[in-house]
């Protein structure tokens, strides 16, 4: 790669200021939608699919799909009368296996917080 690549490069990760990280972990920060990638990490999956292993209504688990295919995490392909989806994005099995390693290490701690979210653990 060329300096003017690298610059160009660069400089769009500088471009990415935190509103647009937070709206990137956001998509994450939800365990239903985590179930789901956790799923298309598997495999390609159907709707039907999903409900089955997330446990949720067809309707949160297609809303939850709209999220994850808007902000590029899945995509879904037409196979005659249904839709099958899949991660989109080979970089979010890496992103995964570094937040569960870091999860790891702090899993008891985050447990006991009060300010985030329901029990989650």
């Not at 060329?2 to 990415?16: L, V, Y």
């Not at 799909?65 to 989109?88: M, N, P, S, T």
Request: with cysteine; glycine share 8%; net charge positive.
């Amino acid at each position: 790669m060329g300096a003017r690549q690298a610059r160009s490069r660069s400089g769009s990760q500088d471009a990415c200021g935190p509103e647009a990280l937070a709206r990137y972990f956001r998509t994450l920060g939800d365990p239903t939608r985590l179930r789901i990638i956790e799923a298309l990490l598997e495999r390609e999956r159907t709707v039907s699919e999903l409900v089955s292993l997330v446990g949720a209504p067809q309707s949160r688990v297609s809303n939850h799909l709209a999220c994850l295919k808007w902000c590029r995490f899945a995509d879904a392909e037409r196979r005659g009368r249904q839709v099958v989806y899949r991660i989109a994005d080979p970089g979010v099995r890496d992103l995964m296996r570094m937040a569960r390693s870091l999860v790891g290490e702090h899993r008891d701690h985050l447990a006991t917080c009060r300010r985030i979210g329901p029990d989650w653990i």
